[in-house]
């Protein structure tokens, strides 16, 4: 799944990884993948939020801070169609950026972040989400799990946001998942890539 940009390849995948995901069907289509990114990205990834300046990050009202991963090599690679093909047949349907987040964006959570209770983010205008969890030092003491639901909001799965992992999931009306509380010092960070099906 290389991409030829200016006179080199770029992937920021560990291809082998990629090629092996699977996609879970209940209680919705989902998948989690972990050692998804390669070292030379990670890196990159790494030095390429440290400077975003403080000014281009807004602040939701619950207290994460959120900014666009102005990384143009990435956005060409993950909005280019070979990739967006790779993520239609994952999810058995064609895709294309999203509308409403037409842009990667990372996502920081402060230390003691109280979490976000189950919800589905159907409100949002967007059909899959494909989150990165890119902080390093986590434990089970640090909380901040993925916690995808049944239907009527019971726990069906919890993901650890180990560092260099993926989870992606549908979002709709039934697709109801949660963040747990951070329970320590630990700052949780993600990078997203919101798509809409065709």
């Not at 842009?103 to 589905?120: A, C, D, K, M, S």
């Not at 990165?132 to 239907?151: K, M």
Request: hydrophobic share 40%; glycine share 4%.
């Amino acid at each position: 799944m290389p991409m030829e940009i200016g006179k080199s390849m770029f992937t920021p995948f560990n291809e082998a990884v990629f090629e092996r995901i699977e996609v879970r069907h209940s209680p919705f289509r989902h998948l989690f993948s972990e050692n998804i990114l390669n070292h030379e990205f990670l890196l990159r990834l790494q030095a390429v939020i440290a400077a975003i300046s403080d000014e281009h990050f807004g602040k939701h009202a619950s207290g994460y801070r959120f900014a666009h991963y102005p990384d143009e090599d990435f956005i060409r690679f993950v909005y280019s169609q070979p990739f967006l093909q790779v993520i239609g047949r994952l999810f058995g349907r064609p895709v294309r950026p999203s509308k409403q987040f037409f842009l990667p964006q990372v996502y920081i959570f402060p230390e003691n972040y109280r979490g976000l209770p189950p919800h589905t983010d159907a409100s949002d205008k967007r059909d899959l989400a494909m989150i990165f969890y890119i902080a390093q030092g986590w434990d089970e003491r640090c909380g901040g799990e993925l916690r995808v639901l049944n239907s009527d909001k019971s726990p069906y799965q919890v993901f650890s946001p180990v560092y260099n992992s993926m989870s992606c999931m549908e979002l709709f009306e039934k697709s109801w998942h949660e963040v747990l509380p951070v329970k320590s010092s630990w700052i949780r960070k993600t990078l997203i890539i919101d798509f809409d099906y065709l």
